[in-house]
């Protein structure tokens, strides 16, 4: 049953919504999508019932007390550049800031965005300096360069883990360009027009989609998310 009758004082009562529904046409009553509302209830997954939804987590993740998903085991860390080094934080255990790369002429001169792949445990930054996308494994040995007439500038960067992809923003280019990690390091021009100075740039590979900002102070070239 999704109503209820309120009496009033003279007698004819009104109709109300109980919880998780709301009024149609003044009498009826319809379920509320909760998991449509902004912002989501829910940290990951949301089931909408009738007239109730249901929180769930993907996987490696649980449900804790307050409907939030939290992950499974392991710790969360910090990956940053700090120009002239990369460097890694377990959160929130200690102050401690390890290195996983310094200053080198060949891998290290000026690094800007960093990202990480999970699945190979690899760091991967863009140099500008060196105009290169440079990657390590986390005790900073191992290294690999991607070196392309397409990378001229590469400042924040994205890990496609599942379709083995790097992603990354070149504001010399102009566009959102793309380079494979397997089978040969293949790069290319993948968002050519519209872009006057890419910068920030994130991928979410198990829904197939990337964004991207857009930066100018210039409304004529269109500042914008995309």
């Known amino acids: 049953d999704q109503q209820m ?3 009033t004082p003279d007698g004819q009562g009104v109709c109300l919504c109980k919880n998780g529904f709301q009024a149609v046409n003044g009498s009826l009553c319809q379920d509320i999508d909760e998991c449509q509302l902004n912002p989501p209830p829910c940290s990951q997954r949301c089931i909408n019932g009738n007239g109730d939804f249901f929180c769930d987590c993907e996987d490696g993740y649980i449900l804790d007390s307050n409907g939030d998903c939290r992950v499974e085991s392991g710790k969360a860390q910090l990956l940053f550049s700090s120009d002239h080094e990369i460097r890694i934080k377990n959160i ?6 390890d290195l996983v790369a310094n200053h080198s002429s060949n891998f290290l001169r000026q690094a800007i965005g960093v990202s990480f792949d999970p699945v190979e445990q690899r760091v991967y930054w863009a140099d500008i300096f060196l105009k290169k996308i440079v990657s390590s494994t986390l005790d900073g040995s191992r290294f690999q360069i991607w070196n392309h ?6 400042e924040f960067i994205a890990i496609d883990y599942i379709g083995r992809n790097i ?3 070149d504001s010399k280019k102009k566009f959102i360009g793309v380079c494979t990690i397997q089978n040969g390091h293949f790069c290319q021009g993948l968002i050519t027009t519209g872009v006057t100075n890419p910068r920030g740039i994130a991928v979410y590979p198990e829904k197939g989609l990337l964004a991207y900002s857009n930066w100018d102070d210039d409304f004529d070239n269109h500042p ?3």
């Open 224 to 226: 914008h998310i995309g």
């Open 149 to 154: 007439t397409q990378i001229e500038k590469p």
């Open 5 to 7: 009758c309120q009496p």
């Open 92 to 97: 929130p255990d200690n102050d401690r800031y």
């Open 167 to 169: 992603y990354y923003s």
